[in-house]
Every structure is written in structure tokens, then in C-alpha cells.
């Protein structure tokens, strides 16, 4: 560190350390660059597209609420629709799941199923409260 503050006290050599600092910085930008990818495949994207298409028009706009549990489809449920949330607490009408490459649970109601997503009412969110007085 010493030897680079005393090369920048000589005006001359700030470029050629100016340089080198880019160079390292942009070879490391193009190594993680080619690791970036989509958290899921551009087909399931397309396919949670269809998926909200086929929902509103078979159940109704605003006759659902569409419930996301894994933060990546909601990440990309975002980008087609305001209309999702992370907890079925946060819901007010009929509860859909939406998931990508997920079977449905058993005793659900599936609404939708493609090659990549499902989406699915369920049969119950929690168990039945016991009877009063029991």
C-alpha cells in the first residue's frame, strides 16, 4: 500500500496505476458476469406469465390472491403482476400457490399446471379449531 501512495505522489505514474486499478476491477466484473444467470429458466418465465393469464381469466382478477412462498418466482411474479404476496395471511379472497417445478400438496385443488409451474387452492391452510366446550 505504501508503494502505491508513493507512486501516486509523482503525477506521472497516476494514470499507469489508474489504469492497472481498472484492469483489475473490470477482469474480475467479466468473471462474475459470465456466472450471472436467472434464478429460473426463461421458459418457466414465460410460463408464469401464461400461468396469471390463465388464472384471471378462469377464476377472476380480483377473485384470487396469488401467494408465492419461494422468493425467487415472487421476484419474478413482480414483474408480471402487483397483484402477489409472500404469506396467505396477507390475503383477503380465495388463496392460489404458485410455484415453479413444485408438486401441489395432497388434498389441494390444482388450478394450473404446466411444464414448469403449478398453481393450486388448498384444502385447508391450518387445522380446524376444536369445538366450544370440548
Known sequence: MGLI???L??????????LAL???VA?????????????????????????VATLD???GH?????????VRVLYWLETITD????????????IVFIDVLK????????????RYVTAWTPAKLHPAPPPAGH
Open 27 to 51: 477482469s474480475f466484473g467479466l468473471l462474475v458476469a459470465q456466472t450471472i444467470r436467472p434464478s429460473i429458466p426463461p421458459q418457466a418465465y414465460a410460463e408464469l406469465k401464461e400461468a
Open 103 to 114: 408438486t401441489p400438496p395432497r388434498g389441494s385443488e390444482l388450478v394450473y399446471r404446466g
Open 22 to 24: 481498472v484492469g483489475l
Open 5 to 7: 501512495v508513493g507512486v
Open 83 to 94: 397483484e402477489v404476496h409472500r404469506h396467505p395471511s396477507e390475503c383477503t379472497s380465495r
Open 57 to 59: 381469466e378462469s377464476l
Open 9 to 18: 505522489k509523482d503525477a506521472r505514474h497516476r494514470p499507469i496505476v489508474a
Open 62 to 70: 380480483s377473485n384470487y390472491c396469488l401467494v408465492a412462498r419461494d
